[in-house]
């Protein structure tokens, strides 16, 4: 993924798409810090990691569109969006809500889960069984509907 992302920075210089460019920048600032934190700056993140990186980054730039929306800075929030477009591009294929319900369906039967109580044990385990293809929050409310 990085190779991929580093290739992109330099095509959008060449193309001088100034969004591209200060997009996957930011991105890859915001890997290299958490790699960092993690081991020091000669850590290498694996994929996984850093699509949890690139969706983090979306959900900040929907905070900032919300907030500037409600402050009526259109100009500013159509940036954000199409900043979003460029780190889409770089996240695997989201899972549909019918994946969703057959992966919650089978990891709750994998897990013998029966209450709420056990929804812990099994987001752990679906987390892991998704791979950064769907967010937490759809995953928790669809383990919720399933263990009510």
Avoid: C, H, W
């Avoid at 934190?37 to 959900?59: H, M, P, S």
């Avoid at 919300?66 to 954000?80: D, H, I, S």
């Avoid at 056990?118 to 995953?139: C, P, S, W, Y």
């Amino acid at each position: 993924m990085n190779n991929t992302l580093t290739v992109d920075m330099k095509t959008a210089m060449k193309a001088k798409d100034k969004l591209a460019l200060t997009t996957i920048r930011a991105l890859k600032s915001a890997i290299k810090n958490a790699a960092i934190e993690l081991g020091g700056a000669d850590t290498i993140l694996d994929d996984t990691a850093i699509i949890g990186i690139i969706r983090k980054q979306v959900k900040q730039r929907l905070d900032s569109i919300e907030q500037f929306t409600a402050a009526g800075r259109t100009e500013l929030a159509e940036n954000e969006q199409a900043e979003i477009l460029v780190l889409e591009k770089y996240l695997p294929t989201a899972m549909t809500e019918d994946e969703i319900n057959a992966a919650v369906a089978a990891v709750v039967s994998e897990t013998g889960a029966a209450s709420r109580a056990d929804m812990g044990k099994v987001m752990g385990l679906l987390q892991k069984k998704t791979e950064g293809r769907a967010d937490g929050k759809i995953l928790s409310q669809a383990v919720m509907k399933a263990l009510s």
